[in-house]
């Protein structure tokens, strides 16, 4: 069960992660909106974004699926260490939920084919107003409900604050195996990120941190282009 706003949702997955049912295939280099695994673990989540420390060294950021030290899988299901991108090395389940990865290999800092990509801040005015896309597995659009709930999740008793509360757009936003993915607003030239799915609640509507938040609590920046 999850509350938002005072009212109680049955979580429509997992909080972070789902079981793998296919194996996907391996992605080099990797990029924003991968199927990612986890060491020993059947399950899978998403890839969000390629970061950076004030030293300029390479991170992503995901959803807070497993506990620091642990590494990190692309393909889901691949072997250890063939197939390890990174490991673990910060994680938050609360009141902002995310993990900090340390990437080993050659990374691209937008999916396939997407525009430039620049981080931003969603306010109160966008609420039922603007349209934003979630980039993963596939791509499905829907419309910001609002920009500062308060989400409690029952698994682990996570508080989340100021989150983005989405509803999809002719179907659910988010499915099973979405959380970590990236959600951005299309402004025609270039994509604005804005959030990270962490989960999604009985209804279709998903629950996204603000990317801005994630990056003040690791202390990073948007990789450049």
Known sequence: MSTIGGEHYSLSMDPYRTKLVVINHKVRPVR??????????PTFCTLCCIVKDPDGSPYALIAPSVEQGFPILQPP???????????VIDRRTGPIAGALMKLNVEFQPVPQGAKAWVSGRLIAADANVTVVQKLGRDVTKGTVESVNATVQIDVGSTLLTNAILVRGDGGPFSEPGDAGAPVVVDKGEFSVLVGMVIAAVSDGTAIVVPITSLFDEFHVDLWSQ
């Open 32 to 41: 924003p909106g991968i199927s990612i695994g986890f060491a020993g673990d």
């Open 77 to 87: 299901g691949g072997k250890v260490p063939d197939d390890v991108i990174g490991v």
